[in-house]
């Protein structure tokens, strides 16, 4: 397990420590997207700051994307190796009204616009709102 994310930090050009290697392992774990509170509660022993530029350091190295579910707060996703945050590897993400949790849909991949003549796409967010499976379940 420990060679395996060694190998995918030194994939992305990031020096494998033990304090990125802990975040993560933490990260991969997450089941849906994960906040910079979320891993600060799952990882109280790291410092803020350390989880903070470690988080910045994954972003820059498109080891993870951000997602803006309009909760206010960003969520993170771990990238799959493949990926190089372009815009041909984008794709939906899911927000749950009620658990609040948000989940990347990589299977489905955001529909294609054409924008008028001289504007520039550099960044999509797509993100659905609903509720997720377990919530719907209680939906009335």
Known sequence: ???SL???LE???IK???VRLLVLKEMLASKQAFSLGSLEEALDTVDKSTLSRTITLFHDHLLIHSIDDGSGTMKYSVCSPDCM???????VHFTCRRCEK???FESISIP???LPKGFRLENVNFVLKGL???CSKFAT
């Open 11 to 13: 994939e992305r050009s």
């Open 6 to 8: 060694i190998k995918r």
């Open 16 to 18: 494998p420590t033990s």
């Open 132 to 134: 997720c499976d377990a």
């Open 1 to 3: 397990m420990m060679e």
């Open 102 to 104: 948000t989940f990347c």
């Open 112 to 114: 294609t616009v054409q």
């Open 85 to 91: 945050c372009s815009l041909k590897d984008l794709h």
